[in-house]
């Protein structure tokens, strides 16, 4: 195998891992925040961490998938649900810490997914969207299991982030560009996407909103 291939094939595993332990650490502190006990903490954090890229790779055909099969993801997962049991009342006193691990599991599994997708040589279509798939599966499989409303159903920039990360990665790709550091470009606009749009309060437009608040008015 070529070294650059190689080169490649190592930095978008440590990728997949550290989004893993992002993700993992994000669901575990809202499973803590529902006062779960040890085994719900862990599930939710292995759930959130892995189920976007178990999702992902089903669909581009990397069966059985890689957070299934390697136990690195695994003990990621574990490892972020154990330090965020120990370390709660530390990690608690960082301000929004889930949107904060949330943010950067968001823009690195967005990256990652893209690049597999483009690995197995699918399309640049289908690569966006499974970034988009691995980005935003496993926060929607945490808010369900914790009965909340999944943040891609609201009006926040969640999915549109991770679209910019998938988008700046495959464009990178197919400019030639693809060398260790493009992924880490297009991690960091997925993230300062998000983080920027919880700082200054960024929605998306709702349709007919606008004539819905007129008609209170005059009511």
Known sequence: MPPHVVNSH????????????????????????????????AAVAFTVACGGGIVRDVCIGAVPPAGLSNWRY??????AAA????????????RHSVLLFDAIGLGLFAVSGAQKALTYGHSAELAILLGIVSAVGGGVMRDVMLSRVPA??????????????????????????????TPWLATLACVTARLASLYFGWRLPVFGEARENGVRDNR
Request: hydrophobic residues 55%.
């Open 10 to 41: 190592v930095v978008y595993t440590v990728l997949d891992l550290v989004g893993t332990f992002a993700f993992a650490i994000s669901g575990a502190v809202a499973a803590r925040q529902r006062r779960l006990d040890l085994f719900g903490i």
């Open 83 to 94: 330090l965020t049991i120990l370390a709660y009342p530390k990690i608690r006193r960082l």
């Open 152 to 181: 891609i159903l609201e009006r926040e920039i969640y999915a549109s982030a991770a679209l910019l990360g998938a988008v700046t990665q495959v464009g990178l790709y197919y400019a030639g560009w693809s060398n260790a550091w």
């Open 74 to 79: 695994l003990a990621a997962s574990l490892c």
